[in-house]
């Protein structure tokens, strides 16, 4: 069964920069997506960005696109989310997700999940 196994989460001042990191424990992974996703105290998970595994092509929220990024790595089986110019509203649970499509960024279209990494951002 397939692990997704985040790291690189902490704590960062705003205006600050942070790199996640969600490693793929399996080989070949059967999806062709790969997400992340953020889900803050009190409010509902919310998609951050997405990327196709292989081909690259990438889908970012608008209100995060030119501060987050979303890349791979693909020999060492590995998406990341490179954050920018951190805010105190970015804080949350970060978590990686495998989904079959990156069409959307919906939660409940994509079925692996990491167990999520906690980003704070302080003022």
């Known amino acids: 069964q397939v692990q997704l196994v985040e790291s690189g989460g902490g704590s960062v001042q705003a205006g600050g920069s942070l790199t996640l990191s969600c490693r793929i424990s399996v080989y070949p992974y059967d999806n062709n997506c790969m997400g992340w996703f953020r889900q803050a105290p009190g409010k509902e998970r919310e998609g951050v960005a997405a990327?196709?595994?292989?081909?690259?092509?990438?889908l970012v929220a608008d209100s995060l696109r030119g501060r987050f990024t979303i890349s791979q790595d693909n020999a060492k089986q590995t998406v990341y989310l490179q954050m920018n110019s951190l805010k105190v509203e970015d804080t949350a649970v970060y978590y990686c997700a495998g989904g079959r499509s990156c069409q959307s960024l919906v939660p409940g279209r994509f079925g692996d999940w990491g167990q999520g990494t906690q980003v704070t951002v302080s003022s």
């Open positions: 990327i196709w595994l292989g081909p690259g092509g990438t």
